[in-house]
C-alpha cells in the first residue's frame, strides 16, 4: 500500500511492486464448479493486455465510457483495472447507447448491440476460454487478448480527478475510489496485508465492487470472489472459509 496511490491502477502497481507472487483474486463459480485463482502478477499481466486491447486496437481515449455488461467475475476485475490505466470511463451496468464501446457477458449481448462503438464479447468460460462460435457483431475478448503486449503505458496520464467509475448511479473519480475503498476497509474487516475476505456480492453496487475488488486491493490484501454463492451450503461454505484462509466475509 502506497500513500501515494490515486487510481486503482496506482494500488495494482503498488501491490506487484510489494509482492507479485502472492494470491490478489481466487474466483469460484458454484454453478460451474470453476475455480481460478490469480496472483498479483498474473492479475496484473491480464490487465496490461486488456489496456492494451483498449487504447491500441479499440482506440479507446481518456473520457470515453466503456459500458460493462458483466457479472461479479474475475474477467470484470482485469476490465475495470484496464479502465483505469487507460483513463477511460467504466460504466457498469451502463446503457450500451450512450456508450463509447460495450463490453458484455454472454447474457446481454442483445442489450449490448445498441453500442454504435465497438462491442467486445466475453464467454466467460472457465480458463477464460473463448466462444465456440463468435457473436455476430463483437470482437471475442478471448481471442483478442492474448497477442497484445505484456506492458502496458498509457499514451496520456491519467488524471485521477476525472471521473472514473459509474455503478447504481453513482459516478466516482479515480481518486474517489481509492479514498473510499481505503476508509470503509477497516469495517469490512480488511485490517492490511494478510487480509482475506470472500465475497458473493454482485459487482452492480459501490458495496459489491468495494469488498470484491478495490478494497482489498488498498489494503494490500486479497478476495475469494464468488459467483453463484446461493447454491453452495452452509457446511461446504465453512470448508470454503477454512480452505482459503478467509478472515472476513461480505455477503
Not at 462460435?133 to 496520464?157: H, K, L
Not at 453513482?170 to 481509492?178: K, P
Not at 475503498?181 to 477497516?186: G, V
Amino acid at each position: 500500500m502506497n500513500a501515494t496511490d490515486r487510481t486503482p491502477a496506482d494500488l495494482l502497481a503498488s501491490a506487484f511492486a510489494a509482492d507479485p507472487g502472492r494470491p490478489l483474486v481466487t474466483f469460484y463459480d458454484d454453478a460451474t464448479g470453476e475455480r481460478v485463482e490469480l496472483s498479483v502478477a498474473t492479475f496484473a499481466n491480464w490487465v496490461a493486455k486488456t489496456a492494451n486491447l483498449l487504447q491500441d486496437e479499440l482506440s479507446a481515449e481518456p473520457g470515453d465510457r466503456v459500458a460493462l455488461l458483466l457479472p461479479a467475475h474475475w474477467q470484470t476485475a482485469v476490465w475495470l483495472l484496464a479502465c483505469s490505466s487507460v483513463g477511460v470511463l467504466a460504466d457498469v451496468g451502463g446503457q450500451p447507447a450512450a456508450a463509447d464501446l460495450v463490453v458484455s457477458g454472454p447474457d446481454t449481448l442483445e442489450a449490448a448491440r445498441a453500442c454504435s462503438g465497438a462491442r467486445i464479447a466475453l464467454a466467460l468460460r472457465p480458463l477464460g476460454g473463448r466462444f465456440p462460435q463468435p457473436p455476430e457483431g463483437f470482437a471475442d475478448y478471448a481471442v483478442e487478448v492474448p497477442g497484445q503486449g505484456d506492458r502496458f503505458v498509457p499514451y496520456a496520464p491519467v488524471d485521477p480527478e476525472e471521473p472514473a467509475l459509474i455503478v447504481a448511479g453513482r459516478e466516482f473519480s479515480g481518486a474517489e475510489v481509492v479514498e473510499r475503498a481505503r476508509a470503509e476497509a477497516t469495517a469490512l474487516g480488511l485490517t492490511g496485508p494478510g487480509s482475506r475476505i470472500l465475497s458473493g456480492l454482485p459487482y452492480d453496487t459501490w458495496e459489491g465492487l468495494n469488498a470484491g475488488l478495490y478494497a482489498p486491493l488498498a489494503t494490500g490484501g486479497s478476495v475469494v470472489l464468488c459467483r453463484n454463492l446461493e447454491r453452495l451450503g452452509a457446511d461446504a461454505l465453512d470448508k470454503r472459509i477454512e480452505s482459503e484462509r478467509v478472515t472476513t466475509v461480505a455477503r
